[in-house]
């Protein structure tokens, strides 16, 4: 599943259907209007949705378990703001990647189901409760991410680095990426989060340079995303860099080798690839499906310009299998020394 939070990575893991806030809402049905999303997400107009983007269905007693969780704990997921095609997988393998500081976000990206308008200041409380819920899902594995909160003095990188100091200390043997966004790259927010010491710290380019200005907000700034990753490294020199990226809203294939080339040169370890599918018609409009065999060349390519981990596919997410990614690469690391 996904951030640029920038209004953004919460827009890497998008499909149709209407933004859902888990605060005060009862566990509902399984799919809870999620069905048709998945199998027939919206279609540009003359278009038909190619096969391959039909994806089936989950369900079972972990689904349930972790829907009821994750409603009793009143923190918002991206599974479900962001309408990602793969909350039935992960919701039935107890894996969710949880979104902090509300489901109002401050900037307005032209791919991005979240709803932009003006957000509730920060609970209190909600490290503990996202902490708790976490323990009681067993996670080995916990995604943060957030919307953007310009309106806060430091963005919330406070409550962000809040978040993951309760997590530590409520289940200590789960390993923990932060999502956030790109704090406009400044030194004392990064220095705020990263002093928590997440695991993976993860911040999504989104798109190409050239359709940067179009795809996300205007205080997103591709260069600006490039340097959160350098200033970051520098202070978590141990931790593990991550960025994704949606193919099919106009790039080029040069343009996207060049923005994995950027990557690899701000030191990313992880990568992550998957098709733009447009939320609603007053989103961006998807200009080409990539076929299955071009998410596979394009992920050749990137290993071959070294990262260490590469998901690259049509519904691929930021989030997607990040657990199992992570204690890939943490593995091989460790068999190196």
């Known amino acids: ?70 409603s009793r704990s009143g923190v918002a997921t991206v599974c479900e703001e962001a309408r990602c095609p793969n909350l039935n997988e992960c919701w039935s393998h107890r894996h969710a990647t949880f979104m902090i500081l509300g489901d109002h976000c401050t900037r307005k990206c032209g791919f991005c189901a979240v709803t932009t308008a003006p957000p509730r200041p920060p609970e209190p409380d909600e490290p503990a409760r996202l902490a708790q819920a976490v323990a009681a899902l067993g996670l080995r594995h916990v995604v943060i991410t957030a919307v953007a909160r310009d309106d806060l003095d430091d963005e919330g990188a406070g409550h962000f680095a809040a978040c993951v100091r309760a997590i530590r200390e409520a289940a200590p043997d789960t390993a923990i990426e932060v999502l956030p966004a790109d704090f406009h790259a400044r030194d004392d927010c990064l220095d705020t989060l990263c002093d928590a010491r997440p695991d993976i710290y993860n911040h999504n380019v989104e ?54 080339r950027d990557l690899r040169a701000h030191d990313v370890d ?16 998807v200009v080409r499906y990539y076929e299955p065999a071009e998410f596979d060349e394009i992920a050749a390519e990137a290993r071959a310009m070294g990262f260490a981990s590469v998901a690259s596919g049509p519904f691929v997410r930021s989030s997607y299998n990040a657990g199992d990614v992570y204690s890939t690469i943490a593995d091989r690391r460790r068999s190196a020394r």
């Open 207 to 260: 798109t190409v340079e050239r359709l940067t200005p179009t795809v996300r907000s205007r205080h997103a700034r591709y260069a600006q995303s490039l340097e959160v990753f350098t200033k970051v490294r520098r202070r978590l020199p141990d931790a593990y860099t991550k960025s994704g990226i949606m193919v099919g809203l106009g790039e080029t294939r040069d343009e996207l080798t060049q923005t994995l």
């Open 1 to 70: 599943m996904g951030n640029n939070r920038s209004a953004g990575d919460c827009g890497s893991d998008q499909l149709g259907g209407p933004p859902r806030s888990l605060r005060n809402r009862a566990p509902g049905p399984i799919l809870d209007g999620m069905h048709l999303n998945v199998l027939d997400p919206p279609k540009p107009s003359g278009r038909r949705l190619p096969p391959w983007l039909r994806k089936s269905l989950h369900s079972g007693e972990a689904l349930l378990r972790t829907r009821e969780i994750v």
């Open 270 to 285: 992880i990568l992550t690839v998957g098709q733009y599918l447009r939320p609603t018609p007053q989103h961006l409009p």
